[in-house]
C-alpha cells in the first residue's frame, strides 16, 4: 500500500518538475530569442492560454490528491504563467496625482468600418476620448470611405488622415506629418501635432505588417519559415524608423495603433524600452483587443513618452470591429 501511494505522488512531482522547466525554458524562448528564429516567432505570437493546460490541470490533479506542496509549486506556476505569459496586469501606485492637465486617447482598429461608420462613432461618443488614432480606415470594395463617414458621424472633429490610418481629435491639429519607413510596403506612420490647452503634443498613428495569424500564415506564399522571417524583419524595421523619427521629436509624444506584436519579444521590449506601455502601467486584468468576440491577443496599444504619466488603460468590451480599443487616460506630468 505504501509503495502503491508512494508511485503516484512521484509522478506527480515529475510531471510538476517537467511542467516548470516548460514553462521556464518556453518563457526564455520568447524573452530572449523570440523574433530571432522563426519557430519561436511562432510560439511568442500565437496565443498562450493552450500551453497552460499541462499547469491547470496538474493544479486541479493536485488539489483533488491533496498533494498539498506539489499544489504550492503548480499555484506558483499558474501565477508566473499568468503575469510572464498571459500577460496579467496589477497596477500598484498608477494613480499617483498629478496636477498636469488630463488627457484619453483612444486607439482602434476600425476593420474598415465594415460593420458601419455610425457604430464606430457610437463607441467613441460612448467612451468620450480626446484624441482617437484610427487604423484600417482605407477605401474598400463594396463599402463607402470610412474617413468620409467617419467626417459626417463625428462633426465638429479636427482630422488628419493618409491611407488606412487616421487621427480624429477635439483639440487642434496644427501639423500632420507622413512618414515611410520602408518603401516596399504601403504601410506609413502619421504624426500629427495636436495643440491641448496651450501644450503641444505630438501623437503618431501606425499600424504594423501583419504578424503570425492563422489566415496570414495559410495566404502567404513560399515557406512559412520564410514568410515569418520576411514579416519580423519588416515589423523590426518599422520600429527602428519609429525609435529613430522619436528621438527629433521634442516635448510629450504618444504612439498607439495596431502593433500586431504581443507584450513579448523583442520588437515589443524595444517600443517598451523606450516608452511606457499605458496598459500595462495603469491597467487591470489582461487587456486583450483581438479579437473582439473572442479576445485571446494584446496587439493594440497606447505607449506614452516622456512627460506623460499613464493614470489608467483598458480595452472595453464594444462590437463594431474585429478589434476592442485600447482607451488610456494620461496626464501631462509637468
Not at 526564455?28 to 522563426?38: D, F, K, S, V
Not at 483598458?314 to 476592442?324: T, Y
Request: glycine share 8%; with cysteine; proline share 6%.
Amino acid at each position: 500500500m505504501i509503495n502503491a501511494g508512494r508511485k503516484p505522488r512521484k509522478l506527480l512531482w515529475k510531471l510538476t518538475v517537467s511542467n516548470v522547466v516548460f514553462l521556464l525554458l518556453l518563457y526564455l524562448g520568447e524573452t530572449l530569442i523570440a523574433e530571432r528564429h522563426w519557430l519561436t516567432t511562432l510560439i511568442t505570437y500565437a496565443p498562450q492560454q493552450l500551453l497552460g493546460v499541462p499547469t491547470v490541470l496538474l493544479l486541479l490533479y493536485s488539489i483533488a490528491r491533496r498533494r498539498w506542496r506539489i499544489l504550492a509549486v503548480n499555484a506558483v506556476a499558474a501565477i508566473f504563467f499568468a503575469f510572464a505569459m498571459l500577460g496579467l496586469s496589477i497596477p500598484f501606485g498608477a494613480y499617483t496625482r498629478l496636477s498636469g492637465p488630463r488627457i484619453c486617447v483612444m486607439t482602434y482598429n476600425i476593420n474598415h468600418a465594415s460593420k458601419g461608420a455610425e457604430q464606430i462613432a457610437e463607441n467613441v461618443r460612448r467612451i468620450g476620448p480626446d484624441i482617437v488614432c484610427f487604423q484600417e480606415t482605407n477605401l474598400v470594395e463594396h463599402l463607402p470611405d470610412p474617413v468620409v463617414e467617419l467626417k459626417r458621424v463625428l462633426p465638429g472633429w479636427y482630422s488628419a488622415s493618409d491611407g488606412q490610418l487616421a487621427v480624429f481629435s477635439r483639440y487642434p491639429i496644427s501639423e500632420c506629418v507622413i512618414h515611410r519607413p520602408l518603401a516596399e510596403y504601403w504601410r506609413v506612420f502619421l504624426e500629427v501635432t495636436v495643440l491641448v490647452k496651450g501644450r503641444r503634443l505630438t501623437v503618431i498613428d501606425l499600424h504594423l505588417n501583419t504578424a503570425a495569424e492563422p489566415a496570414s500564415l495559410t495566404d502567404h506564399r513560399g515557406s512559412m519559415a520564410a514568410y515569418l522571417r520576411g514579416s519580423t524583419g519588416a515589423r523590426a524595421t518599422q520600429i527602428s524608423e519609429l525609435l529613430k523619427i522619436a528621438t527629433h521629436i521634442t516635448g510629450p509624444l504618444i504612439v498607439a495603433g495596431d502593433f500586431n506584436t504581443p507584450p513579448r519579444g523583442r520588437i515589443y521590449s524595444r517600443m517598451a524600452g523606450r516608452f511606457r506601455d499605458t496598459f500595462r502601467a495603469s491597467g487591470w486584468g489582461f487587456g486583450y483587443s483581438y479579437r473582439s468576440n473572442l479576445p485571446l491577443m494584446r496587439i493594440d496599444y497606447v505607449f506614452a513618452g516622456k512627460g506623460l504619466h499613464p493614470v489608467r488603460c483598458a480595452a472595453p468590451a464594444l462590437a463594431g470591429s474585429d478589434h476592442r480599443p485600447v482607451v488610456a487616460d494620461i496626464s501631462f506630468t509637468k
